[in-house]
């Protein structure tokens, strides 16, 4: 079965700092594509990062970047310079890409990230 | 930018009462998808909608659920008797276009079943 694992149910960070979230999976498939979603206090959910399983480059998005490894089926996320406004549930999810239509998310539990001033 | 919206963005019911969530997608996305969270909670999958009829379903998604897309702009989710447990964050989600590959979420709908 195709699973996420977030191992760290709550990280803090200094404002300014870099901070890095865990993430596994496991699947047996080898074309997939892997989120990182932020989910603030208002409860919607906003995708920060995504990647393709076939790149072997690391998605970057400004400040938010990932460490894709994906013989360890590792998908870590790395935050630099740290905001107040980062806080927030970040969820990992992975999408297989050979079922079809069937075109589901699989989530991990989630970290809970604060952000001291 | 297009959007995924939601209606209404909090729904309070009674226990055995019917309920119907409303989604617009995005407008040129031909996938559409329900997810809920209880509070708390991981993401749970509950039903994907590809060319009018359900691709995939989970075991959540029992007899008292059903989606529906009456008019090519909405897509709605009908839980038909609801129970205490249905009280969670329910999230639709588009994808398809040039995203194809990304799953596009609203702000969700918070039911509260008393």
């Known amino acids: 079965a195709q699973t996420v694992t977030q191992s760290q149910p709550e990280m803090s960070v200094q404002e300014a700092e870099t901070v890095t979230l865990s993430c596994t999976y496991d699947?047996?498939?080898?074309?997939?594509?892997l989120f990182w979603y932020k989910q603030p206090p208002s409860r919607q959910m906003i995708l920060v990062i995504r990647?393709?399983?076939?790149k072997q480059q690391n998605a970057t998005e400004n400040r938010f970047s990932v460490n894709f490894q994906k013989a360890a089926k590792s998908f870590s996320l790395k935050i630099s310079d740290s905001q107040l406004g980062d806080a927030a549930m970040y969820f990992c999810?992975?999408?297989?890409?050979?079922?079809?239509?069937?075109?589901?998310?699989?989530w991990g539990l989630g970290t809970s990230l604060a952000v001291n001033p | 930018e297009p959007e995924v919206t939601q209606t209404p963005s909090h729904q309070v019911t009674q226990m055995g009462q019917e309920v119907i969530l409303r989604c617009v997608p995005i407008?040129?996305?031909?996938?559409f998808y329900w997810y809920r969270q209880i509070l708390g909670q991981k993401v749970e999958f509950l039903v994907s909608?590809?060319?009018?009829?359900?691709?995939?379903k989970s075991e959540i998604f029992d007899d008292q659920f059903s989606v529906e897309r009456p008019d090519g702009s909405n897509f709605t989710l009908k839980i038909r008797s609801t129970k205490l447990e249905d009280s969670a964050m329910y999230f639709c989600?588009?994808?398809?276009?040039?995203?194809?590959?990304?799953?596009?979420f609203g702000p969700g709908t918070r039911l509260t079943v008393l």
């Open positions: 990647q393709e399983a076939y």
């Open positions: 909608f590809y060319n009018n009829e359900i691709s995939e």
């Open positions: 699947t047996s498939e080898s074309d997939y594509y």
């Open positions: 999810a992975y999408l297989p890409l050979n079922a079809g239509n069937n075109r589901k998310l699989i």
């Open positions: 407008s040129n996305h031909l996938y």
């Open positions: 989600a588009s994808g398809g276009g040039s995203s194809y590959n990304e799953q596009f």
